[in-house]
């Protein structure tokens, strides 16, 4: 009692005095959501439009409030309880009571949802770019380094060997999923909730449909309790970032033991690698830990939405204030993840001579080896058994080579045709590129 309270909140109507300083600062989300101000100005600008065209308010109402939403911004020194509320008061301030008229018909429980949906088509197309650009990087490396030998492994004990461009591939097609998936993201933010108003609609004559086709998004809602309540799509971009990152984590185990000493196959350029405040004579790779370890918070991220979602009763909860902030994050982490494996990789300096030595043991081709004697006739097991026996008794195998193991691997995804794949990834990279971007 009698710490100071804050007045005025847009639902001061009902309750007396003002909200608690300390509930406040709990509950307050400005600090998370003001990154959705762009993606809440054009829904509202577009929310707007249609009271006008709706003679719910004056067409000049309609003018004077979205021009006036173009001017608005984040002061330094806002204390709103969320970015709906800021522009809101902005509104209001700019134009008196003609801003007042802003939120007929509308609640934040459908302003959030589609701003949050706005960011996150948004943001998935940009994820998708990200993406091609680490793709193009590891084709360019697979162009000029790719014919270098080296061991694959099983285990990661030595296989059999495969050209570097093959190996460069295998990563430019996992991460041709994560296009896909980004893609798909994008495709489930892409319904509008606007006009699902607090949970039930509005008795105004809203038109949500024009709203969502001034959006750019393919269509409104079909349920309004459930376009208030849904997250999927939030939970499909974090599921899509999630993945995304584990496999640049995997990269990035891969150049933390290609760049070890024990391995040699490759050094990190001087600009992407971190030293030692004790020890001179290290060079560390920071930047591919910090792929591994951010692919971890993630992970944890797309539980936390998860675990925050499963509990809900129909409709809006407050709960789903918390989908954001984890978001946002992952988001942010693989954006930057991305970019540095580019940098890594774009700069990475492949020591082919101890790669191929690798490859060159005389066991890698093994399995060919056997294979020749099945050729020859003899049932698969036995020359298994055969060439076991000879690899035991120390014997190593001078054909065929390395090289001419990978020849003779022609089947379609296999080694021996991986310039096929180099231009197929190079296609999918310029489709990815090609797609035009979201407005907003
Ligand atoms: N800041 C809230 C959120 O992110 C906006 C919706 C608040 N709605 C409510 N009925 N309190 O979810």
């Known amino acids: ?78 204390t709103d309880e969320d970015v709906h509320s800021l522009i809101e008061r902005q509104l209001v301030a700019a134009l008196g009571d003609t801003g007042r008229r802003v939120h007929a018909g509308r609640s934040r429980n459908d302003q959030v949802a589609t701003a949050f949906r706005l960011w996150c088509r948004a943001h998935a197309y940009r994820l998708g770019l ?42 430019g097609w ?68 999630a993945v995304c990152l584990v496999h640049c984590s995997r990269m990035g185990e891969e150049l933390i033991l290609w760049t070890s000493q024990e391995f040699a196959w490759a050094s990190l350029a001087d600009d992407v690698a971190t030293g030692s405040s004790m020890m001179p004579q290290k060079k560390n790779p920071d930047v591919a830990e910090l792929a591994r370890g951010r692919a971890g918070t993630a992970i944890g991220r797309l539980t936390g939405l998860l675990a925050t979602l499963k509990g809900l009763p129909l409709a809006y909860n407050r709960d789903l204030q918390e989908d954001k902030q984890g978001v946002f994050e992952q988001v942010d982490a693989t954006i930057g993840v991305l970019r540095m494996l580019c940098l890594a990789y774009g700069g990475l300096t492949f020591n082919a001579e101890q790669m191929r030595a690798a490859a060159a043991d005389g066991a890698t081709v093994a399995t060919d080896v056997a294979e020749a004697l099945v050729r020859g006739g003899m049932p698969f097991r036995d020359a298994h058994a055969e060439v076991a026996r000879r690899i035991a008794a120390g014997e190593r195998f001078a054909a065929p080579t390395p090289e001419e193991a990978i020849a003779a691997r022609q089947g379609p995804g296999m080694p021996g045709r991986v310039g096929e794949q180099l231009d197929a990834l190079e296609s999918a990279i310029a489709a990815t590129k090609a797609l035009s971007p979201p407005i907003p």
């Open 1 to 78: 009692m009698g710490d100071s309270v804050l007045s005025g909140p847009l639902w001061s109507g009902r309750l007396e005095g003002g909200l608690h300083v300390d509930v406040l600062a709990l509950s307050q989300s400005l600090d998370v959501d003001q990154r959705l101000l762009p993606y809440d100005v054009a829904a509202s600008q577009a929310h707007v439009r249609m009271l006008g065209r709706q003679g719910i308010i004056a067409a000049a109402e309609a003018n004077a409030i979205v021009a006036a939403l173009e001017t608005v911004v984040v002061e330094s020194d806002a």
């Open 130 to 171: 990200a993406t091609a650009e680490l793709q193009a990087v590891l084709v360019a490396r697979a162009r000029s380094d790719g014919s270098t030998v080296l061991p694959a492994f099983t285990h990661l004990q030595r296989a059999q060997p495969v050209p570097l461009a093959h190996h460069l591939a295998a990563h």
């Open 174 to 241: 996992a991460l041709q999923r994560d296009v896909q998936r980004f893609e798909a993201a994008g495709r489930s933010a892409d319904v509008s909730p606007l006009g699902a108003g607090a949970l039930a609609g509005s008795s105004l004559p809203l038109d949500p449909v024009s709203v969502a086709a001034e959006l750019g998004m393919s269509g409104s809602f079909a349920n309004s309790l459930d376009a208030v309540s849904d997250r999927d799509f939030a939970v499909d971009l974090s599921y899509a970032c």
